[in-house]
């Protein structure tokens, strides 16, 4: 089989399935001047000189074609968030993991195919803190069009909400110096709804930044909603009406009923939206920050995003309603919404697997370590090195490999990861302990050394992963993504996860699990997850809070090569970015 970037674009449409597309896109990546709280303008890298970017809509079956040119003055890639990237391992887009970044003034094309997915999912930047204003939806609607999707009643229309966070602050040099020192970075100024915060900022914020969404009475709209927040997960409701959720992570759920919607950094959720119910008028849409953390509480801005629903009709200058105010620490209604959803089992489509060939118990959480040579605000005159924040799966601080180094892809596909990586990811975490109690926050627990350990995996093995929560530093709800995979949530809860008695099949749903790509795990507690490694090459799992990923909570799968040329890592394309 010959890959399709080896094949002249021609031949590659002709050799397309039936009926499917390719939807061809260019990304300028530059500055952008904008202003945002009554500040004075200021420059952000952004795609298309739009915040957010362009919203990708394809079919399933399609093939995507994206060339990134990149005018910033900054190293960028993109991460097509939930795409399963097989056969294109080369286009997931995290720097140092499957590609060396695009250079300033340099350009690279991904090409990929969404075969065998539908929903809502996302793009963004894989590297610094760039994807706090690099980012954009990518729907894939079925083959089919709208009458295919699998739920009822069929939308009247369709809206794109991303949920975002805002800094008067240049997020590149936030993000150097929270390097540098060995901090976390401080919270966001502001949150925003389709990259307008809305007016309980300031009075300049009530007409041009305020997102409006145009609705008609007794229509129902579908609702993509998409959490592109760095470091926030988010409560959202909308006064005077309800939401009926098909989807999350571009995987259809049984309809779910609910007032509130709660989706974690990396997270997307399909909901329907009636607009019957309410009289004409205008209604606040609002988005609430969650604050998960118990303990060592890191800063944290409690204000909302807001946008309105306008009825067709209604008056311009009447006062949209409230909806009931949501509390930034309401973890039991995060819970019960984020455990609640379970699977639409559809004819053909994966289900869980019922035998396991690895079990990993994963704790996950935030620690110290050493500052390193290169952190040079935390370095002291005396030569010492004083402890600064770390983060860590299993007690190994995730350190991406050198600008100087191959990408980790490519040391793989060279069969050479001597220097660049090492094959010694633990199943089980060094010491175990008390995981969430207060009195496990010591010096010794905390402390963790950094590396570039992956954990390899035979093609078509099967995995379950515990992911616990720790005390240490503070408890948090941790939003964990798996690159180039979907995998089913079996189980969920707080405190310590018993292995003793969770025996087979014990608490665990094996009939309609939700199917997600980013599972957000409860403070203080766990998640078990299973998935199979059915694509070759290297995937990154790691925190969606880009402040705790910058601290190393993160970690690969190195999934080996199938048993056929289709089941194996192809060749690189001959534009792929050199270090």
């Known amino acids: 089989m010959a890959w399709p970037w080896l094949l002249p674009l021609g031949l590659f449409f002709a050799a397309s399935v039936a009926q499917a597309a390719v939807v061809e896109h ?21 795609v298309n000189g739009r915040l957010p ?63 065998g997915q539908e929903g809502t999912l996302w793009w963004h930047a894989h590297i610094s803190f760039l994807r706090a204003t690099v980012y954009g939806a990518l729907v894939i609607r079925p083959r089919g069009g709208a009458a295919s999707y699998p739920f009822s009643p069929k ?17 590149y040099d936030l993000e150097r110096t929270a390097f540098l020192s060995g901090n976390i970075t401080g919270p966001a100024n502001a949150y925003t709804i389709n990259g307008k915060p809305g007016d309980p900022y300031s009075n300049c914020s009530a007409a041009d930044q305020t997102y409006k969404f145009h609705v008609r009475r007794n229509e129902k709209y579908l609702l993509r909603i998409i959490n592109a927040a760095l470091n926030t997960p988010m409560f959202l409701r909308v006064a005077n009406h309800r939401f ?95 455990s609640n959803l379970t699977a639409l089992v559809l004819p053909g489509k994966p289900t869980v697997p019922l035998s396991v060939d690895t ?20 370095n002291t005159t005396d030569g010492t090195r004083p402890r600064i924040f770390s983060s ?29 990586y090492t094959r010694d990811f633990p199943d089980r975490p060094p010491v175990i302990f008390d995981y969430t109690a207060d009195a496990s926050d010591t010096d010794e627990l905390k402390y963790t050394t950094k590396s570039t350990k992956v954990r390899t995996l035979r093609y078509n093995e099967t995995v379950e992963m515990v992911l616990q929560n720790t005390r240490l530093i503070a408890k948090e709800s941790h939003p964990m993504h798996l ?68 601290l190393g909570l993160g970690m690969v799968f190195e999934v080996q090569d199938g048993p056929t040329v289709e089941t194996s890592v192809p060749p690189p394309p001959l534009d792929l970015p050199h270090c």
């Open 26 to 46: 260019t990304f300028n990546v530059g500055n952008l001047s904008i202003s945002q709280l009554c500040e004075q303008a200021m420059i952000i890298t952004a």
């Open 53 to 115: 970017g362009p919203t990708i809509k394809v079919r399933e079956g399609d093939t995507v074609v994206v060339h990134l040119v990149n005018e910033s003055p900054h190293n960028m890639t993109i991460h097509w968030h939930g795409v399963f990237q097989r056969g294109s391992p080369w286009a997931d887009g995290p720097s140092m993991v499957t590609q060396c970044p695009v250079m300033p003034g340099c350009n690279y094309t991904y090409r990929f195919n969404v075969t």
């Open 155 to 171: 939308p009247h229309r369709e809206e794109v909400l991303l949920l975002g966070e805002w800094w008067n602050a240049n997020v």
């Open 244 to 338: 009926t959720v098909v989807a999350a992570d571009a995987a259809y759920t049984t309809p779910y009923e609910t007032d509130v919607v709660v989706v974690a950094p990396g997270q997307t959720v399909d909901a329907l939206m009636a607009a019957a119910g309410a009289a004409p008028g205008r209604y606040y849409m609002v988005a609430t920050p969650y604050d998960s953390a118990v303990g060592g509480t890191p800063p944290f801005n409690p204000a909302t995003a807001r946008a309105v629903v306008e009825y067709a009709g209604a008056a311009g200058d009447e006062t949209p309603q409230l909806p009931p105010p949501t509390q930034n620490n309401d973890t039991a209604t995060a819970f019960r919404f984020l």
């Open 359 to 378: 079990r990993m118990f994963v704790t996950v959480g935030l620690g110290n370590g050493d500052c390193q040579p290169k952190q040079t605000l935390c």
């Open 392 to 420: 860590s799966m299993n007690n190994a601080s995730f350190l991406l490999p050198d600008a100087g180094s191959p990408s980790m892809l490519q040391a793989h596909y060279d069969g050479n990861a001597s220097g660049v």
């Open 483 to 550: 690159h180039g995979f979907n995998f089913f949530v079996l189980a969920q809860g707080f405190g310590n996860y018993d292995e003793a008695a969770a025996a087979p099949g014990f608490k665990f749903n094996l009939v309609n699990p939700q199917e997600r790509n980013t599972v957000a795990v409860p403070t203080g507690g766990w998640a078990v997850i299973r998935f199979v490694a059915n694509n070759p090459g290297m995937w990154f799992m790691h925190c969606h809070f880009d402040a705790h990923l910058d």
